[in-house]
C-alpha cells in the first residue's frame, strides 16, 4: 500500500501549483462576494468615481495580489508535508470547499 501512497503523492507534488490555484480560486469565488459587499459598505461614503475607482483597483490589484500571494503560501505549505498527510489534506480542502459551496448554494 505504501508504494501506491507514494505514488499519489509524487504526483500531487508535481501539481501543487496547480492545487494551490484551484484552493485558493476556489476560495474567493465563494466569498469574493462577501468581499465586495464589506468593501462597498466600508466605501458608499465616497462619491461614484472614487467609489468606482476604488473597485476597479480591488478587483484589479487586490485580488491578484492576494491570490498569487495565498497560492504562493499554501504551495509552500503543502510542500513540506509528508506523503499521507498530504493526500489527506489535499483531499479534505477540496471536500470542505464543495461542502462550503453546497452551504453558500453555489452547487
Same mark, same amino acid.
Given at each position: 500500500?505504501?508504494?501506491?501512497?507514494?505514488?499519489?503523492?509524487? #504526483?500531487?507534488?508535481?501539481?501543487?501549483?496547480?492545487? =494551490?490555484?484551484? *484552493?485558493?480560486?476556489? $476560495?474567493?469565488?465563494?466569498?469574493? =462576494?462577501?468581499?465586495? %459587499?464589506? #468593501?462597498?459598505?466600508?466605501?458608499?461614503?465616497?462619491? #461614484?468615481?472614487?467609489?468606482?475607482? *476604488? #473597485?476597479?483597483? *480591488?478587483?484589479?490589484?487586490?485580488?491578484?495580489?492576494?491570490?498569487?500571494? $495565498?497560492?504562493?503560501?499554501?504551495? *509552500?505549505?503543502?510542500?513540506?508535508?509528508? %506523503?499521507?498527510?498530504?493526500?489527506?489534506?489535499?483531499?479534505?480542502? @477540496?471536500?470542505?470547499?464543495? @461542502?462550503?459551496?453546497?452551504?453558500?448554494? %453555489?452547487?
Amino acid at each position: 500500500m505504501m508504494p501506491y501512497i507514494h505514488q499519489f503523492a509524487s #504526483f500531487l507534488r508535481v501539481h501543487l501549483t496547480s492545487i =494551490s490555484v484551484g *484552493l485558493v480560486a476556489t $476560495l474567493l469565488i465563494l466569498y469574493g =462576494s462577501y468581499i465586495n %459587499d464589506y #468593501f462597498k459598505r466600508i466605501t458608499k461614503s465616497l462619491p #461614484f468615481v472614487v467609489r468606482f475607482a *476604488l #473597485f476597479v483597483v *480591488l478587483c484589479s490589484v487586490g485580488y491578484a495580489f492576494a491570490s498569487s500571494q $495565498l497560492v504562493r503560501l499554501l504551495r *509552500l505549505g503543502l510542500r513540506q508535508l509528508s %506523503d499521507f498527510p498530504l493526500i489527506c489534506v489535499v483531499i479534505g480542502s @477540496f471536500v470542505l470547499l464543495a @461542502f462550503l459551496a453546497k452551504r453558500e448554494k %453555489d452547487i
